[in-house]
């Protein structure tokens, strides 16, 4: 294939990526075919793996250093919904030739903004050329102490729904980014949106605090309703959300279109279950992590989500279960 | 995007990765965010991530299993080179429409021999879509015990050069498979060359049981002068190939292309170092392995690689550093 840029896959790897292990003993300078990860006795390691496609996830033409950025950030927030603290990541780029070294330095710039901002470090990666879309990988390493983490499982009849942040933002971000909400919103709300979408804020500080509080977590990235359809699948029981209990951002209560807010992804926001005796410990531990936290909801005997206007009535929802673009 | 397969993405991690992570508790059956990955006291994890894409690392007609089969192993080639026990990894699968569930379902029948084959297990990933060509990532997990790794760095002046197995059946493989030596081969060398190529042996048995006898070692992935520069680099020496000494199958042997075997790729067999004084031990485990080992040249003071004709003289070769296709 010839060498998709000036520097070649070596230079690449020296001048881009190994700063960003620099300080790593066990990134090896990225010199060798391994890593070495190390877990402190009485702890687990909790690994999740992400990918993002050209096309799929993000715009083309999107800033390199926010696709960086998201990518890492979908990833933490897998190990947040998990309780888990994160520690590292593995990256593997497969590039196009059309995408240089210029492109490629922006995309490490948003790597090295989001390791000092979440205290992590790139730890070993591959890099590899493509004739398609740049396609990304990055697998995430957290830390929990053995049964700290929260699962999906663990919702039970009667425990309360709970909501990180604001629902909607990110199907409506995706939007704003393409332009579609000019003529409906302020320029303010429209960058508000579009950045929502562009750059996910992982609830790190929130996820480890519900350790031993929430009985079941994820995070919402198909969808408020279809992902609480997950963790009522995996709990075998069921989920009613009142629907004017979400909380929207102005922007997005503005839009008014409530279906979308319920079913779109990307808000990467934390859905969990509680008992109702936790909820004053949960709303100090949303005070502490400086993250609000709302009940939308509540967990009964049977199976499937409900979703219930104001009046109390069952909505129909045609798009449970987000897809991409 | 709509759904890329009749099963959708859930309906394939249920029926086709999900039987692949039977068994492992930390795998937490695919329903969560994360997985569990334990290291037990007084080991430590290794971690390597290595990408394929269609059109660069794998032909577009290669049976699905036996692309599974080599990403597999050629990520288990590196935990061998770190003298690592490979247990289990995660993957990311990117798929165009194109590939429907058959070609999943033998895919997955690979990854599935594979697994039985060197006792490790799925432990988690991502399945996402893609309008490009189909694109790999896998991530693989090992241990060794603190300290018993070899790195690349540790080549020391006096050391002896070995290499496993033979050289150059990975670049004459893929002349093989692409149909091109069919002139030049009987019929069962053809076989046995693109099978290599295809099909790649890692030396999981071998590479631990180097542990504290070789000094530096690592997979010839990139060429076998290549791959001796870069653990001469590491190390800050210099590295002596006698090609006459450089071991080859009878199929090789017979193309007398040697350039080419010195400076070919995907051999995945493993290049280490040792001091002269480890020599029998050497053998030993490589007896113990059923993996032939070869002594090739030596480690001396200095920088770069030489590689020295039968007559003793240096060989000018043109092509160090693989590229794929």
Same mark, same amino acid.
């Given at each position: @294939?010839?060498? =998709?840029?000036?520097?070649?896959?070596?230079?690449?790897?020296?001048?881009?990526?190994?700063?960003?292990a620099a300080g790593q003993p066990g990134a090896l300078d990225l010199l060798d075919d391994a890593a070495l990860v190390e877990?402190?006795?009485? +702890?687990?390691?909790?690994?999740?793996?992400?990918?993002?496609? +050209? %096309?799929?996830?993000? &715009?083309?033409?999107?800033?390199?250093?926010?696709?960086?950025?998201?990518?890492?950030?979908?990833?933490?927030?897998?190990?947040?919904?998990?309780?888990?603290?994160?520690?590292?990541?593995?990256?593997?780029?497969? &590039?196009?030739?059309?995408? #240089?070294?210029?492109?490629?330095?922006?995309?490490?710039?948003?790597?090295? *903004?989001?390791?000092?901002?979440?205290?992590?470090?790139?730890?070993?990666?591959?890099?590899?050329?493509?004739?398609?879309?740049?396609?990304?990988?990055?697998?995430?390493?957290?830390?929990?102490?053995?049964?700290?983490? $929260?699962?999906?499982?663990? !919702?039970? =009849? %009667?425990?309360?729904?709970?909501?990180?942040?604001?629902?909607?933002?990110?199907?409506? %971000? /995706?939007?704003?980014?393409? #332009?579609?909400?000019? +003529?409906?919103?302020?320029?303010?709300?429209?960058?508000? /949106?579009a950045d929502r979408y562009r750059l996910p804020r992982p609830r790190v500080a929130l996820g480890p605090r519900l350790s031993?509080?929430?009985? !079941?977590? @994820?995070? $919402?990235?198909?969808?408020?309703?279809?992902?609480?359809?997950?963790?009522? !699948?995996?709990?075998?029981?069921?989920?009613?959300? +009142?629907?004017?209990?979400? =909380?929207?951002? =102005?922007?997005?209560?503005? /839009?008014?279109?409530?279906?979308?807010?319920?079913?779109?992804?990307?808000?990467?926001? &934390?859905?969990?279950?509680?008992?109702?005796? *936790?909820?004053?410990?949960?709303?100090?531990?949303?005070?502490?992590?400086?993250?609000?936290?709302?009940?939308? #909801?509540?967990?009964? !005997?049977? *199976?499937?989500? *409900?979703?219930?206007?104001?009046? %109390?009535?069952? @909505?129909? /929802?045609?798009?449970?279960?987000?897809?991409?673009?």
């Amino acid at each position: @294939m010839g060498k =998709p840029t000036a520097l070649g896959e070596f230079g690449r790897i020296a001048k881009f990526f190994a700063p960003l292990a620099a300080g790593q003993p066990g990134a090896l300078d990225l010199l060798d075919d391994a890593a070495l990860v190390e877990c402190p006795p009485g +702890e687990r390691l909790v690994v999740t793996v992400d990918a993002m496609v +050209e %096309g799929v996830h993000f &715009l083309s033409d999107d800033p390199p250093d926010l696709i960086a950025r998201k990518l890492v950030r979908v990833n933490l927030s897998d190990l947040a919904a998990m309780a888990a603290r994160p520690v590292g990541y593995f990256l593997t780029t497969a &590039l196009p030739k059309s995408r #240089g070294d210029d492109w490629l330095a922006r995309f490490a710039d948003g790597l090295a *903004q989001d390791q000092a901002e979440f205290g992590i470090a790139l730890l070993g990666g591959d890099s590899v050329s493509t004739p398609g879309p740049v396609s990304l990988t990055l697998t995430a390493f957290g830390r929990v102490a053995p049964g700290a983490e $929260v699962r999906r499982s663990g !919702a039970r =009849p %009667g425990d309360l729904v709970f909501v990180s942040g604001t629902i909607g933002d990110g199907a409506f %971000g /995706l939007e704003a980014a393409r #332009g579609q909400l000019d +003529e409906r919103l302020d320029p303010a709300e429209v960058a508000y /949106l579009a950045d929502r979408y562009r750059l996910p804020r992982p609830r790190v500080a929130l996820g480890p605090r519900l350790s031993g509080l929430a009985s !079941a977590m @994820m995070d $919402v990235s198909d969808g408020l309703a279809g992902d609480l359809g997950h963790i009522c !699948a995996a709990s075998s029981v069921a989920g009613v959300i +009142e629907a004017a209990r979400v =909380p929207l951002s =102005p922007a997005a209560a503005r /839009l008014g279109r409530l279906e979308l807010a319920l079913t779109g992804g990307d808000d990467y926001e &934390l859905l969990f279950t509680a008992s109702r005796a *936790q909820q004053d410990a949960i709303l100090a531990a949303a005070a502490a992590a400086g993250v609000p936290v709302t009940p939308i #909801g509540r967990i009964e !005997a049977g *199976q499937g989500v *409900q979703v219930l206007d104001a009046a %109390g009535q069952t @909505m129909a /929802l045609a798009g449970v279960g987000w897809r991409h673009f």
